[in-house]
């Protein structure tokens, strides 16, 4: 088969997922989760959202990895590059952003007893 033309490869869904950072707090975790399936229904790398959005690289592959909370311009833009649901967005967001020490000792106890991911 011939291959599809750049604008129409799509991004292999759960690639994007697969890159989020294990040690990032549960809620960024699931912050980027949801940008992440969002970007790979509509097959947009990092890089070309980046650029679609007018974020740098950096912060937008740190956003997907759960290393960073977005600002309120970056999620208006991600939310209008990826079309996904702004409020949905804004409570991840919101979520993400108010994680106390409580919080993080809540869920470092909680890893301790899950069972290790199994591996692919």
Do not use: K, N
């Not at 980027?32 to 947009?44: S, T």
């Not at 980046?50 to 740098?56: K, L, S």
């Amino acid at each position: 088969m011939p291959e599809l033309p750049a604008t129409r490869r799509r991004i292999r869904f759960g690639l994007l997922v697969a890159t989020i950072d294990a040690q990032a707090p549960p809620a960024r975790r699931a912050l980027a989760r949801y940008l992440c399936v969002y970007a790979e229904f509509a097959g947009i790398s990092p890089a070309e959202l980046a650029t679609r959005a007018d974020i740098a690289t950096t912060v937008t592959m740190d956003i997907l990895a759960g290393r960073h909370v977005p600002t309120a311009a970056h999620a208006v833009r991600l939310a209008t590059v990826l079309t996904c649901e702004s409020d949905t967005l804004r409570h991840l967001i919101d979520a993400a952003s108010s994680s106390t020490a409580l919080d993080e000792d809540f869920w470092s106890i909680a890893r301790s007893v899950d069972p290790p991911p199994l591996p692919f």
